[in-house]
């Protein structure tokens, strides 16, 4: 965990209701240092539907392909989620490990084994001592409470600056339905360092092929949107669970992601998502600014979301904003090695609401001092007209300073 | 111009022989700095044949755009390559000073305006000011001599801190021919900081189609196999000439890239793309280490290079090579997100000789002290086998230190 807090923190947190269904417990369990809290489990204490999207590498961590696994079978009945320790590129001893805390799991919470998801972030390579888990998950299953959110954020923090939650209401046939969500990264990101984990739980009674759905939905303009390095994980994983209590309230089942009921619920949870991955790359390593990077004029959406990544992934222009330098050569660099249509003579880009270049050329009217002041600004706001097409596409990343090259580079030293 | 030499600079420098049919000066034009030297002119007094390649941005500078232009009549007689301002992003006022430098640099040879060719390299989306060069060439013309190489190396420097100069001999049909190079680039590179450019000139007698497709075969695993930050230039271009003045020597002309007296020459030609590139990454913005970059077992070299150009250009990787650390954590991470064929349980790492991983494990015999001496070399090997299939590939780059955060970051303020 590094000392100082990333500028870019929330400067408040909400509080974390506790939410029907759901109970948290953390321990030390000495996966990596000893008296470090460095385990979360949930427990739903009756089954819970879930869904889950996962890091898109082909050298996914076991616990990646342990979640993949169960997920067909749609019941949740419990979490365990270490640090410390990522289990990723540990082979046969990989499977063994996630194999074993989930019986281990299995029993303390009285439950199948594949009603348990795992994730673990940490040292990759290292082989993952599963038995410390069996010590511990028995007394966190008695003693997990539902007021936990904070606390439960906070273990699984790695190179994270501060704990991410957030907590969302929404009325499903008349009934409030509670959201709550925690997240972990500072990186888009990678082993030994960190990874993208992020779980998040709602009381509504909503079965698990429409909440995969929902999910999959959701996902694409929050977390796929986000990038801090162009670096990704080979555990990242982001997790749904309905714990259906709102059942009692009256909430009749949600059957479907496309039923009309779920209007109110899918704005609040892309909102959610939204809000968590944002808490992610606000928390970049070495972050000083946020930059929120909208592509307008692109032959399609996809098409934008690639010029757009292309600008945010750039070393160039992400140096350039941690120099307060309104360097628009660089975005249009960026886009031109997209590999996505661009037409340098329609091509125009503002900092803010200051137009810097317009039909492929130096805005005349641009004021460098209305964009200095943008670029001093905490968050900045680039826009890129491609003038092809409809196509639009939103993604943030933050700057690119020496303390990122300093958290990669020195901490070994 | 950074003022310290990278630590990965030649030892020493060739030899360059003066190279039968063409002559070169230099010139401070005043492009952006008063008494600086910012054009250098290549003259071929007789027409010499003509092969480039250039950019894949989709937002190309002017210049790109002129030679492109010109490349199908095969005839050069003049090139004029500028520094400070790169006449990219500059509209319709770009074409506009290509056209006039052009009629320029053809009054002052003697020549068609279509057997010119033109590089600009500084400042992006600031109008050049063609009218300076008409000033100078015609005295540039008179003065150019055949012994400037490195000269000319010197002229068209941005952010590089030594000149880039190389030399290779070869026969055919008996006959010594002589290929000479330039280069400049300090990254991959961006506008208004650096871009790559390299022009190669032999006195071979070859027609313009064969060398074409020799700099086209030339150019992959060379300039196209260096990386230092994935940012790739409005502005890059290669171009290679032959004067065809091995003809008074009694080399019978080359028709085509499949001629087998063509072997040497080939080998010749390679081995001096690939020093030129190389000396492209080790001039890197900040590199204080090179990387050598080795898949091997991939399905396809194709996906062999996707690979190994995931490992080079992820900041994880290049940062921790910055720290001298052998995170091969990071290595999975970019294998993995590099979206080709990948199965963790049969990959194996190398840093130098020292294995690493294995069977998707660490390896059992790794030693960190060797691993440890290995990361402190200036020059350092990657090796990764996928153990899927035959395909291979060899990249360059370089290391991520804070001192290209802030040449790139800082030089604003």
Known sequence: MSSSVSPLAPKSYPDMPA???VRMATAAAGIKYKNRTDVLLMVFDKPAAVAGVFTRSKCPSAPVDFCRANLPHGVARAVVVNSGNANAFTGVKGRSATALTAKSAAEAVGCSENEVYLASTGVIGEPLDATKFAGVLGN???????AFWPEAAKAIMTTDTYPKVGTRTAQIDGVTITINGIAKGAGMIAPDMATMLSFVVTDADIVSPALQSLLAAGVGPSF??????SDTSTSDTLMLFATGAAAHDGQSRIEAADDPRLEDFKTALNDLLKDLALQVVRDGEGARKMVEITVSGAESDAAAKVVALSIANSPLVKTAVAGEDANWGRIVMAVGK?????????????FGNVRVAVNGER???YSEAQTS??????????????GLGEGTATVWTCDLTKEYVAINGDYRS
Chains 1, 2 share one sequence.
């Open 19 to 21: 939410l029907r269904g």
């Open 140 to 146: 966190m299953h008695a003693q997990a409470i539902g």
């Open 224 to 229: 796929n949107s986000v990038t801090v390095d």
């Open 338 to 350: 997209s590999g996505e249509m661009a037409d340098r003579d329609r091509l125009a880009i503002w």
């Open 363 to 365: 805005d005349p009217d």
């Open 373 to 386: 002041a943008v670029m001093k600004q905490e968050d900045i706001p680039v826009k890129v007209d491609l």
